[in-house]
């Protein structure tokens, strides 16, 4: 019998309608659109602005989406996983309230906690559990509603990140399509450098960390950005070599979209040319554990059966890794 792999047989996103554009910022903290743009590469970015709307309803449209295209039932759904860091309370589990959203009754689920790498973290966790052959249907998530942990007088931080994600079912493949590989790495020692710094067990919420606006992303940007621009590519690079893939024999390179000078680093260090990138960062911003899936969606139509794909991501942790994958179907 040939060996089971994990492939992705759909894939949907999800972005709330509200935009918030540089312009808008520049009437909310000192900076301007060329700023942004030329050192990040972002134009716009989304926001759920909904009073009471977190994260699961970012996710659960998308993952009704995903069943409808595929012609499944949400309860034909063996187990969903949801990549995020902004989960919509600390318990239970994003993923528990995005199964029961879309009735996905026989569905066991957890979150993976691993910041911009959440969702090529949960889609390798996922694959395995197809592999082994214990289930036939799993739905990977990555979204993040990052609107909801910004401090908007952050000049720094506020204009970098947007609301959104996507979602993807991975169905087993005896075609040799699918999952081939992953590197993943992670080093706590990086968490000074990007971190939320209250709302946890070491400094619960209390006036004071309300106050210091301490429940809201911290990042040493030049620091984080040194670190995301020679790990992406390294481990890019290493998955490739030892999959034999160059410049020419890779399709797609689905980087992590949080800034575009990080992205045509990797794609420079990979030798690829600029249209096997995949480059949505100036209408979404960086909506963390959403961002690889929301380009898989955009995407989709253009990819074909067979196309030699790597997935690459670097954040918070330090979190960061790449996946390889042989798209498995035509649109
Ligand atoms: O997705 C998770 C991983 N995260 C990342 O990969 C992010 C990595 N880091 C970055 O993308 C970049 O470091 C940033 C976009 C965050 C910042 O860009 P930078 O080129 O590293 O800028 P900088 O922090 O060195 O700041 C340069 C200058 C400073 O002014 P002075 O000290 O030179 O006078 C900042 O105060 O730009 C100033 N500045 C701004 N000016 C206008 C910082 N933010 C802004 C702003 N508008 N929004």
């Known amino acids: 019998m040939s060996k089971i792999t994990a492939a992705i047989t759909a894939v949907s996103g999800y972005v709330p309608e509200t935009k918030m554009t540089n312009k808008d910022l520049e009437q909310i903290v000192d900076t301007n659109d060329e700023w942004i743009f030329s050192r990040t590469g972002i134009k716009e970015r989304r926001i759920l602005k909904e009073p009471s709307t977190g994260a699961s309803d970012l996710a659960a449209p998308a993952v009704l989406d995903l069943c409808k295209k595929r012609g499944i039932s949400p309860e034909e759904i063996d187990l969903l996983i949801v990549g995020t860091v902004t989960a919509d309370y600390n318990f239970p589990s994003c993923a528990n309230i995005v199964a029961d959203k879309v009735g996905a009754k026989n ?129 890019s690079e290493e ?65 074909k059966k067979g196309d030699n794909i790597i997935l690459s991501a670097f954040g918070g942790g330090f979190t960061w890794g790449a996946v390889y994958l042989k798209w498995a179907y035509n649109s």
């Open 107 to 235: 569905a066991w689920s957890f979150d993976i906690n691993a910041a911009c790498s959440g969702f090529i973290y949960s889609l390798s966790t996922g694959a395995q559990f197809i592999e082994t052959g214990k289930y036939k249907k799993v739905v990977v998530v990555g979204v993040d509603k990052m609107s909801s942990i910004l401090n908007y007088e952050d000049r720094t931080t506020c204009i970098i990140f947007g609301d959104g994600g996507g979602a993807v079912l991975l169905e087993p493949n005896e075609e040799g399509n699918g999952i081939i590989d992953f590197q993943l790495h992670s080093d706590g020692s990086g968490v000074h450098y990007l971190h939320q710094p209250a709302g946890g067990s070491v400094k619960p919420a209390s006036a004071e960390t309300v106050a210091n606006n301490e429940h809201s992303v911290h990042q040493e940007g030049k620091q984080v950005f040194k670190f995301a621009v020679t790990n992406m590519a390294d481990v």
């Open 239 to 303: 998955v490739m070599l030892r999959n034999n893939l160059n410049g020419d024999t890779l399709d797609w390179l689905v980087p992590h979209q949080a800034n575009l000078r990080i992205i045509d680093a990797t794609a420079n260090r990979l030798n690829l040319s600029p249209e096997k990138v995949m480059i949505n960062i100036e209408k979404y911003g960086n909506t963390t554990a959403g961002t690889i899936p929301l380009c898989l969606w955009e995407w989709e139509p253009k990819l």
